[in-house]
């Protein structure tokens, strides 16, 4: 089993920034993609960024260029440095981990941060 703990969420004005944190324990086997993704009301929940153990890396066309995924392995933990926050931004913070392999592929999910961005 694989938990996975965010933190970093809350509440801030339009043009600040954020960083949020999601640590993994448990089973990690090394060859693995953490990413967060996003939920607002009433939307389906939408990839934010992505990062593979190898360090590439996938944004969507909405934050990139203002946010920035990163990685420690040896901790497990990945990291999200959001700047120039908008209200459209605003929404439930999820951190994901796939793995590809091993007992996979499966997805692990954790609790979700709220991030709210007022205008």
């Known amino acids: 089993q694989v938990q996975l703990v965010e933190s970093g969420g809350g509440l801030v004005q339009a043009g600040e920034s954020l960083r949020l944190s999601c640590a993994a324990s448990g089973s990690i086997f090394s060859i693995n993609t953490m990413g967060w993704y996003r939920q607002s009301p009433g939307k389906p929940r939408e990839l934010v960024a992505s990062i593979t153990n190898t360090g590439s890396t996938n944004y969507a066309a909405s934050v990139k260029g203002r946010c920035t995924i990163s990685r420690d392995n040896a901790k497990n933990t990945v990291y999200l440095q959001m700047n120039c926050l908008n209200p459209e931004d605003t929404a439930v913070y999820y951190c994901?981990?796939?793995?590809?392999?091993?007992?996979?592929?499966?997805?692990?999910w954790g609790q979700g941060t709220q991030v709210t961005v007022s205008s």
């Open positions: 994901k981990i796939h793995f590809p392999y091993g007992l996979g592929p499966v997805d692990y």
